[in-house]
């Protein structure tokens, strides 16, 4: 014997003049990309997310330490504060470090 939703959900499935929804659809079809870009798109995405990482990872050290300082001046209470407030700039400013750093270049007709 069945489950008495499971049997309410097939009935209206199979009332329905809807297709059934394809869900294998690709993430790539949906919004309407093609699936393989042009290598150097992918190189270009690689190296900001590897520039990304490698700031990323310079900031977490720098907010360690300035809130090391910071604990040791004034406790850990505020060095708490300075740490997160320093970790979510370094996040945003590691963005703006990465973008700038692997933007395409120009080149000036001469």
Do not use: K, N
Not at 63 to 74: K, N, P, Q, R, T
């Amino acid at each position: 014997m069945s489950h008495p939703s499971f049997v309410l959900f097939s009935r209206i499935d199979s009332f329905s003049s809807r297709p059934a929804p394809r869900w294998t659809a690709r993430l790539d079809e949906v919004c309407g990309r093609s699936r393989a870009g042009t290598r150097l798109q992918r190189e270009t995405v690689m190296r900001l997310i590897v520039y990304y990482v490698i700031f990323m990872i310079a900031g977490d050290f720098a907010a360690y330490f300035i809130g090391l300082m910071v604990e040791y001046e004034w406790g850990s209470y505020a060095s708490l504060i300075v740490f997160l407030v320093l970790y979510f700039f370094f996040l945003w400013v590691s963005w703006i470090l990465a973008e700038r750093v692997t933007r395409p270049r120009i080149q000036s007709a001469s």
